[in-house]
């Protein structure tokens, strides 16, 4: 793919925002479509605001999408101005970058392909802070001959672009992915809690632990979130429990047990009940905390 692509980047909240500029800073000419608006520091920066998928599509030559769910991907491609209007006979690609059904990716791939383009599904890790630093984990599902193509538009936004495989395969790595993460957060909250209410300097036992093999990113991002009760996100308790949603599912038609990934899902449940949808993942700190009757606190020194 050569310098000179137009590139359209739709859905710019707290992952795409940054991951558009970088893309404008990279010297990329962007389209951007928002349903909740395009940032003024983005056209500012050189974007060009446009007032539907649709027009997005027209201008550009790789469409890449950032968006909370499944429904809403489908909506931005297929709805009445979506994506799948704007495509002409130039060969496009569609890159959706957000977290969705692998199932549903394999079944939006087949109909863009219909239409005579490219799709690939390249989900990221590594939250708002990965995303401000183009630090970002890029799990690619595409053919070997679209990753190509679309790898250095990935590069700039990401610091490991991975191709997993064909369609899919990078929904498949992503759900894989928000597994573990679920679980590892999880686990701090209990390991902190617990040191909290035995009466150990939680902050203490984290640097300790963060030295030893128990030390893991989430410990140190998360396990700070924590203590110092900073639950702003980040990333949203409502997406994370939505793809441990997918992973369930995708589970049960596999005929795969993850029970671990079950009673996460239920804790982030608890969160929602409590008004915390909008909370950063590691917020389900509270839940726990309310089972425990305590919360964390570090002890005066």
Avoid at 67 to 93: F, M
Avoid at 162 to 173: S, Y
Avoid at 178 to 189: L, M, N, P
Wanted: with cysteine; charged share 15%; proline share 4%.
């Amino acid at each position: 793919m050569v310098s000179m692509v137009k590139i359209g980047f739709i859905g710019l909240g707290i992952m795409g925002k940054p991951m558009a500029g970088h893309l404008i800073k990279a010297g990329y000419q962007l389209f951007l479509h928002s349903r909740s608006g395009v940032p003024a520091d983005l056209v500012a920066a050189g974007g060009c605001a446009l007032s539907s998928p649709k027009q997005v599509a027209q201008h550009a030559d790789v469409v890449i999408t950032m968006l909370p769910d499944t429904p809403d991907v489908e909506q931005v491609l297929w709805g009445d101005e979506g994506v799948c209007h704007g495509l002409n006979s130039s060969r496009k690609i569609i890159i959706d970058m957000s977290s969705i059904s692998p199932l549903a990716t394999r079944k939006f791939a087949a109909r863009i392909n219909t239409l005579g383009h490219d799709y690939a599904d390249a989900p990221v890790s590594g939250g708002d802070i990965g995303a401000r630093n183009a630090t970002l984990t890029i799990m690619v599902g595409a053919s070997s001959e679209v990753f190509g193509q679309v790898s250095p538009v990935l590069a700039v936004m990401g610091q490991t672009v991975t191709h997993i495989g064909e369609v899919g395969a990078g929904q498949i790595c992503k759900v894989a992915n928000q597994i573990v993460v679920s679980a590892a957060i999880e686990a701090v909250g209990e390991a902190l809690l617990f040191a909290s209410k035995a009466g150990a300097d939680p902050e203490k036992v984290r640097q300790a632990l963060l030295g030893g093999f128990a030390a893991s990113r989430v410990l140190e991002v998360h396990g700070a979130r924590m203590i110092e009760r900073r639950f702003e996100p980040g990333f949203r308790i409502e997406l994370h429990q939505k793809d441990l949603n997918i992973a369930l599912a995708c589970a049960a038609e596999l005929g795969v047990c993850l029970p671990n990934t079950a009673t996460v899902r239920e804790l982030f449940s608890a969160c929602l009940a409590q008004g915390g949808a909008t909370w950063d993942n590691s917020a389900i700190v509270k839940v726990l905390e309310n089972l425990a009757n305590h919360e964390i606190r570090q002890l005066p020194q």
